[in-house]
Structures are given as C-alpha cells and as structure tokens.
C-alpha cells in the first residue's frame, strides 16, 4: 500500500530553520511535493521535484529561502525551509503522483498528485 508520512514539523521564531522529511513507501513516485495549507486558505504547492532532482519548482513566496531535495535509494523527500516568516505558518502536505512515468516531469495540477501525507503543522512565531 502506498504511503507518505512527514516529519519534522514544530514551532521556530521567525527567522529560524526547520527541515521537513516525507518517508515514501509501496510503489514508484515520480513527481513529489510540499503543500500547505493555512486556516482559511486554499493548499498551494509550495514546492516540487523531477524524480531526477533534475527539474523542481518553487512558489515565489520561498523562493531563495526553501529548497526541495529527495533521495531516492532512501525513498525521502525533504524540504530545507530557512529565515522562516509568520506566513509561513501552515500545516504541511507531501504529495506525490505515480502516473507520468518520466523522471523529469514536475507535475503542475493539484489534481494529478494523487498520494497524500497527513501532514505536519509548522507554526512560525514573530
């Protein structure tokens, strides 16, 4: 059965580092993600990652502060979340889809991730 569990989620200042981990298990994921969602708002893709690592992507609030990696012979993924901001308050999903079979797409569509975490919460203090 396939299964996404995060890790790693908690309370920093503003200013501070956390680093989130997916533990990916039971079948071949290509494109992952990082989704939040916050009290009232709608889940963005916050990140996302080519099987390769060759391709990822970033929303363009965390771009230069966040960065989205995976081990593959490890089956993780992680997301290295620097100089953290209040807004960045939100729980925290790891998503992946198993369809595309390419090891550099990045799928763009909420819809085509598939498998989801439980998530994490990270709550960032001012």
């Known amino acids: 059965q396939a299964q996404l569990v995060e890790s790693g989620g908690g309370l920093v200042q503003a200013g501070g580092s956390l680093r989130l981990s997916c533990a990916a298990s039971?079948?071949?994921?290509?494109?992952m993600a990082w989704f939040r969602q916050a009290p009232g708002m709608e889940r963005e893709r916050v990140a996302a990652i080519s099987r390769s690592s060759a391709v990822t992507r970033y929303v363009d609030a965390v771009k230069g502060r966040f960065t989205i990696s995976r081990d593959n012979a490890k089956n993780m993924m992680y997301l290295q979340m620097n100089d953290l901001k209040p807004e960045d308050t939100a729980i925290y999903y790891c998503a992946a889809e198993a369809n595309s079979g390419s090891i550099r797409y990045v799928a763009s569509r909420v819809e085509e991730y598939r498998y989801w975490g439980q998530g994490t919460q990270v709550t960032v203090s001012s």
């Open positions: 039971g079948r071949t994921f290509y494109t």
